[in-house]
């Protein structure tokens, strides 16, 4: 049972010329599943480092249950890792991999015996117990990492990019059982992942952060529904959001650009103003009276399909649920609802709010 | 670099294999089949064939007379002399240097992993300013001769008193040792992964366990071929014996054999024990070289590769 806080907490690795780590500012409640995302070099490891004791900070405070720790060792933090590769002992049985804490806490053997196999059949690796690392797949390995961090019952679980090195299928398959068995334990997660289908389907607030800095920090549905700036608005939802650039109508409810495409807005904005629309693929619809489009490319996945629009000023995608037989080169009107068109500042693009 | 073979088979389970670092390697270890190799190849035999008939030779010869050695010297013994090896052992006073030679060897062995392990972790670990600049001082400690460096050696043993002692001469052994030791141990734990550490830190881990529990058995093979090189080089180590030696009871298996060919000199030699004595030092560095040669190779490589 932890809180933890991120106070104004910044990392600048000497030689560099920007911080890893700006300021940060993260407040992580008791028993909570947050997910740190965003693209290579951004500062997700570096962060979670932070708080283990691996990684210096150079000013800021970092608390677990209100008490200053970013100076103290790791081994004094009661956190435990998952780390990208395992970092399994390889000369170490799966069972003494699990009991090296308890082992080095002098902790007497029947207990480590017993915890460990406690955390073994959670993670049903009762059978590979007496196994080399080397002697397991890449799935079971990752298993007996987590196995090693949940037989400590630390205050906080810290996991950097542990899916990484699984196939699709396995990653899918790992992220619900991590899910589920964080949510068993009630144990702080902090967990840092560069793909954002992983953090939106695991996490209960989702921290993006971008060279170094903040952008955005909520729920899942906060994130895609309200993303404060392009960065966030691009960087959440598969595909990616459409952007188009422009500026309000003179009436302050519409957008347009000079290629003459035209949309209503929610909510009225200052007339004249250069802003970027943003509409996420699935939120595009075919309709008579919307602006005109051309498919260039169809993309059935099955489920939906994925077509690419010319439209005028660029290109969109569209996920389409109904199968609609698009043909490409065919012409076609596309429309979005107002409430589903993101505006965002044309000059620093972070996101307005229409007046009502 | 990621396609390396890692010789301690541990280690294979530890690193997932980079997929995308494949097939670059790949297509760079098949092209090396030029004329290096045309000429190299034969090359290659024929030292090995040379070195197998020098053997041969000494072997058969040592179980000869000497007449025969000189009459007939391609032919097999006529009947096999194993009393050379008895006059050797027990005229050349070999039994003495024998167990000299032995405590010596594995006693400088020991001390000089001992230093140098922990040592070279240190220096490939701990990101000190001094940790470059002193791997280099290491480093040039090994392209020092030691005929250079013998008699001002002499000078500084012989006011320690350590002259003609088994134990000066393991001081001498283990001083001169470390360079080697310690550049070559220092490669080798650089190639280990460091997450192991962090992992070990935050399971609680002083800096010594992780060092004694964790990287130490990970760095075996490079502990082992290093253990085995240093044997072997002491073994035969004649120079310093030869200069810090003075009395019988305390030479060393080069020395004596040395010794014992001045007196075959003189006494109307006996080349057959002659030959005896040289199998008694070369045979069991020999043996071992052909029990442990591919650790050896594979530890080399790997410390090489750095
Ligand atoms: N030890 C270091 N010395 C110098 N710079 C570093 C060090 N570690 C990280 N950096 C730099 O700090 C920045 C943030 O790195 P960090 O590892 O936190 O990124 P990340 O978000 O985890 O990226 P990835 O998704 O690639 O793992 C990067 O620009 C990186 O180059
Ligand atoms: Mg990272």
Same mark, same amino acid.
């Not at chain 1, 990019?161 to 699984?166: A, V």
């Given at each position: 049972m932890a809180t933890i806080e991120f106070r104004n907490v910044t990392r600048h690795f000497p030689g560099t010329h920007r911080a890893a780590v700006e300021h940060l500012n993260l407040p992580i409640e008791d028993g909570e599943f947050v997910v740190l995302v965003g693209p290579s070099g951004c500062g997700k490891s570096t962060s979670l480092r932070m708080l283990s004791g691996l990684e210096l900070v150079d000013s800021g405070e970092i608390l677990i249950d209100g008490k200053d720790i970013s100076r103290a060792r790791p081994s004094e933090r009661d956190v435990a890792m998952v780390f990208q590769n395992y970092a399994l002992y390889p000369h170490m049985t799966v069972a003494d991999n699990m009991g090296f804490h308890l082992r080095i806490a002098k902790r007497p053997k029947s207990e480590i015996r017993q915890k460990v196999e406690i955390a073994a059949e959670k993670l049903g690796l009762t059978p590979f117990l007496d196994r080399y690392p080397r002697n397991l797949s890449g799935g079971q390995r990752q298993r007996v990492a987590m196995g090693r961090a949940i037989v400590r019952t630390p205050k906080v679980y810290l996991f950097d990019?542990? @899916?990484?090195? @699984?196939d699709a299928k396995l990653r899918v398959q790992m992220r619900g059982e991590i899910k589920k068995l964080q949510g068993e334990l009630g144990t702080t997660t902090v967990y840092v992942t560069h793909d954002q289908i992983e953090a939106m389907t695991m996490a209960d607030r989702i921290a993006v952060m971008s060279e170094g800095k903040l952008e955005q920090y909520g729920t899942p549905t906060e994130l895609y529904d309200r993303p404060v700036n392009t960065f966030v608005a691009g960087f959440i939802g598969s595909p990616g959001m459409n952007f188009i650039e422009g500026a309000i109508d003179a009436d302050g409810g519409h957008f347009h650009n000079d290629a003459g495409l035209r949309l209503a807005l929610d909510g009225t904005f200052t007339p004249g103003r250069k802003v970027t629309i943003g509409i996420r693929p699935e939120h595009l619809r075919l309709a008579e009276d919307g602006f005109g489009a051309n498919v260039d490319l169809v993309e059935p996945t099955g489920a939906e399909e994925m077509i690419v629009f010319d439209i005028p000023g660029g290109q969109a995608t569209a996920s389409l649920r109904e199968r609609n037989n698009l043909r490409k080169g065919q012409k076609v009107g596309l429309t979005a609802a107002p409430g589903h068109v993101h505006v965002f500042c044309g000059e620093n693009g972070n996101r307005l709010e229409g007046r009502t | 670099m990621l396609l390396r073979k890692m010789p301690w088979p541990a280690f294979r389970g530890g690193v997932p294999t980079q997929g995308a670092g494949a097939p670059a390697g790949a297509a760079k270890a098949s092209d090396n089949a030029g004329p290096v190799k045309l000429i190299g190849l034969p090359l290659t035999w024929a030292f090995v064939a040379f070195n197998i008939f020098v053997l041969v030779w000494m072997v058969m010869s040592s179980l000869k007379t000497s007449s025969e050695i000189f009459e007939v010297p391609w032919n097999l013994p006529e009947v096999i002399q194993w009393e050379n090896f008895v006059i050797a052992w027990r005229d050349g006073n070999f039994s003495r240097a024998v167990l000299n030679t032995v405590l010596l060897t594995i006693g400088t062995a020991v001390a000089t992993i001992a230093v140098a392990a922990p040592a070279a972790y240190v220096l490939s670990r701990f990101k000190v300013v001094s940790a470059s600049p002193m791997t280099m001082y290491f480093a040039i400690g090994i392209g020092i001769p030691a005929q250079l460096v013998i008699l001002p050696l002499y000078a500084i043993m012989n006011q320690f008193g350590m002259v003609n002692s088994l134990w000066g001469l393991w001081v001498l052994y283990v001083a001169t040792s470390l360079p080697f030791a310690v550049f070559f141990l220092t490669g080798f734990f650089a190639s280990l992964p460091g997450e192991l550490e962090e992992a070990a830190m935050l399971d609680g881990a002083s800096a010594f366990q992780t060092f004694r529990i964790i990287m130490l058995p990970l760095a075996r093979s490079g502990i082992v071929t290093l253990a085995i090189l240093n044997t072997i080089a002491h073994w035969n180590e004649t120079i310093f014996a030869l200069v810090f030696l003075q009395t019988d009871d305390r030479m060393t298996l080069s020395v004596t054999l040395l010794n014992f060919m001045k007196a075959m000199q003189y006494n109307n030699a006996n080349w057959g024990g002659l030959f005896a004595g040289v199998c008694i030092l070369v045979l069991p560095v020999l043996a071992i070289y052909l029990w442990l040669g591919r650790q050896i190779i594979e530890g080399m490589t790997l410390g090489a590769d750095k």
């Open positions: 990019e542990p @899916l990484s090195n @699984l | -």
